[in-house]
Antibody, heavy 120, light 113 residues
Framework: EVQLVESGGGLVQPGGSLRLSCAAS????????MGWVRQAPGKGLEWVSD????????FHADSVKGRFTISRDNSKNTLYLQMSSLRAEDTAVYYC?????????????WGQGTMVTVSS | DIVMTQSPDSLAVSLGERATINCKSS????????????LAWYQQKPGQPPKLVIN???TRESGVPDRFSGSGSGTDFTLTISSLQAEDVAVYYC?????????FGGGTKVEIK
């Protein structure tokens, strides 16, 4: 069974940094694209970043380009999102996503999410 | 970017009745080389992550009840719940994955009348 478990969320001041992690299990991690989608409180879904199975190619939404970096460690079956220069509008639940179809693709499995709150 | 527009924002349907949700894309998400529509539907219940229910516009995911169906092509799509059950109360989102950035519709909240 595919499982995705996010961690690393919390309260951070504007301008601060945070690194999210997503531990994956139940599938051959290095073979599949992964990503992050966020959802602000009471709002809809917004794609943030994607990465290919090898980690060789990454994609970021314009709203986070230059501030967020997606990466993966295939030896640890873990996906990361390094977030810097955080803004109030980055406040959201961040979901780790697994996409069998590549980039872009439908999200087959979502993690439970980790909350990031940017506030002073 | 492809803009996804869902309608209505919310709807209330009696148990056992049909619920219909529409999704329109600002450009076609039909890939001519394989004749596939790059369109998915998700169900999100309160306090839970979204769950994929329909892929390729009309392919129901394993384990999804057959009262859920997807239709449409090109720019206009529909998710239909043929006989609404209490457990179907949720927000439903469409998503295009034809091009990056992948984009989602604003969501449609389905409630019991």
């Amino acid at each position: 069974e595919v499982q995705l478990v996010e961690s690393g969320g919390g309260l951070v001041q504007p301008g601060g940094s945070l690194r999210l992690s997503c531990a994956a299990s139940g599938f051959t991690f290095s073979s599949y694209a992964m990503g992050w989608v966020r959802q602000a409180p009471g709002k809809g879904l917004e794609w943030v970043s994607d990465i290919t199975g090898s980690g060789g190619t990454t994609f970021h939404a314009d709203s986070v380009k230059g501030r967020f970096t997606i990466s993966r460690d295939n030896s640890k079956n873990t996906l990361y999102l390094q977030m810097s220069s955080l803004r109030a509008e980055d406040t959201a639940v961040y979901y780790c996503t697994y996409q069998k179809g590549g980039n872009p693709a439908a999200v087959d499995i979502w993690g439970q999410g980790t909350m990031v709150t940017v506030s002073s | 970017d492809i803009v996804m527009t869902q309608s209505p924002d919310s709807l209330a349907v009696s148990l056992g009745e049909r619920a219909t949700i529409n999704c329109k894309s600002s450009q076609s998400v039909l890939y001519s080389s394989n004749n596939k529509n790059y369109l998915a539907w998700y169900q999100q219940k309160p306090g839970q992550p979204p769950k994929l229910v329909i892929n390729w516009a009309s392919t129901r995911e394993s384990g999804v009840p057959d009262r859920f169906s997807g239709s449409g092509s090109g720019t206009d799509f529909t998710l239909t719940i043929s006989s609404l059950q209490a457990e179907d109360v949720a927000v439903y989102y469409c998503q295009q994955y034809y091009s990056i950035p992948t984009t989602f519709g604003g969501g449609t909240k389905v409630e019991i009348k």
